[in-house]
């Protein structure tokens, strides 16, 4: 009794925190539009991306995917730490070892600190290795995509997966409703089918709520949303045409992640849909992070320890941490 009353004062919580009045949308909850199938999309391939000195996740990955019968290419990841050096300090990279045309070394906070209280707003963060390297990965298998033979039609998915993705239970059922409910006239871009709960910012002690209103989300369907921002790249789908838009806009500036949201944000490049619920877990669920057994370190959380609140500050140090003994 005890249990479900305090999960009725959760979803309380959540409700006065998120007033669907204060979304632009106005349609957070309880107005689901009706859908009409389209049955154009199919998936062809699914992509991991693994880190060489990393068996042990990619033995895990072959254990969650396996669970679910899902098919998949290894594709070896861009290593950060060997690549762009071991540095304590992010921004002691040599600018001459990071491409200019895939990445940017530094970037601006002004976008994310909207959403993220641990992020001091309009500061120049620099990139740590771990990062680039994930930037480096994501944009070649980018390029595997737009590369491909892949449908001209554009209603070809191919789903890519960092190795610490965890698919849900009755994947394959889940990926057909989401398929079937995707628009027809005109091909989609991109379909996130893991991200970042946007009710993770009342873990911070001294959340300010206004932050909670830049969020913004539109029920699209039955099983999908339009949700800004949608952090994480765990697990998503492109087709060949979202691709290459991803492409030609390069150079990514900031975490690979942030830069399709703020990207998308200012340009509205990529028609994008979540599957809602997600199909997807990832490592952001907290037990890599407190575990260390993350291999991106994030520059945002470094610089936290100085600049911003007290669970900023506190993750940052772990971050210290875990990277010091790796």
């Not at 006065?16 to 949308?25: C, E, G, L, R």
């Not at 409910?181 to 970042?196: N, Q, R, T, V, W």
Request: net charge negative; proline share 5%; aromatic share 12%.
């Amino acid at each position: 009794m005890r249990a479900a009353i305090a999960g009725v004062c959760i979803y309380a919580g959540l409700a006065v925190f998120i007033n669907p009045k204060d979304n632009n949308d106005g349609n957070w909850l309880g107005f689901k539009p009706p859908r009409g199938p389209c049955n154009k999309y199919t998936v062809g391939k699914n992509y991991v991306i693994n880190l060489d000195r990393r068996s042990d996740r990619m033995d895990q990955a072959f254990i969650n995917f396996g669970k679910e019968s899902i098919n998949f290419e290894r594709v070896s990841a861009v290593d950060g730490k060997e690549s762009f050096g071991h540095h304590e300090n992010c921004s002691n990279i040599p600018a001459e070892v990071v491409d200019a045309k895939i990445a940017h070394r530094v970037y601006n906070t002004k976008y994310n600190a909207q959403f993220d209280p641990a992020v001091p707003a309009d500061a120049n963060i620099s990139l740590c290795a771990g990062e680039i390297g994930c930037i480096y990965s994501h944009v070649n298998v980018w390029r595997m995509i737009a590369e491909s033979n892949s449908s001209a039609d554009g209603f070809s998915l191919t789903c890519v997966f960092e190795d610490d993705a965890k698919p849900v239970l009755n994947f394959h059922h889940g990926v057909e409703q989401v398929l079937s409910e995707l628009p027809c006239e005109k091909s989609l871009d991109m379909l996130y089918l893991g991200y970042i709960d946007y009710f993770w910012p009342l873990l911070y002690f001294d959340f300010p709520r206004e932050k909670l209103l830049h969020i913004k989300q539109k029920q699209t369907s039955y099983s999908t949303v339009q949700r800004e921002p949608a952090f994480s790249t765990v697990a998503y789908c492109l087709t060949k045409g979202g691709a290459q838009k991803l492409l030609d806009e390069l150079p990514v500036k900031g975490p690979i992640d942030l830069w399709i949201n703020e990207m998308n944000s200012n340009k509205k490049v990529l028609d994008v849909r979540l599957a809602n619920p997600k199909l997807a877990q990832g490592g952001w669920d907290g037990s890599e992070f407190w575990s260390g057994s993350s291999d991106v370190v994030h520059g945002s959380l470094i610089n936290s320890i100085e600049n911003s609140t007290t669970m900023g500050a506190i993750m940052s140090m772990w971050y210290k941490l875990n990277e010091a003994f790796r």
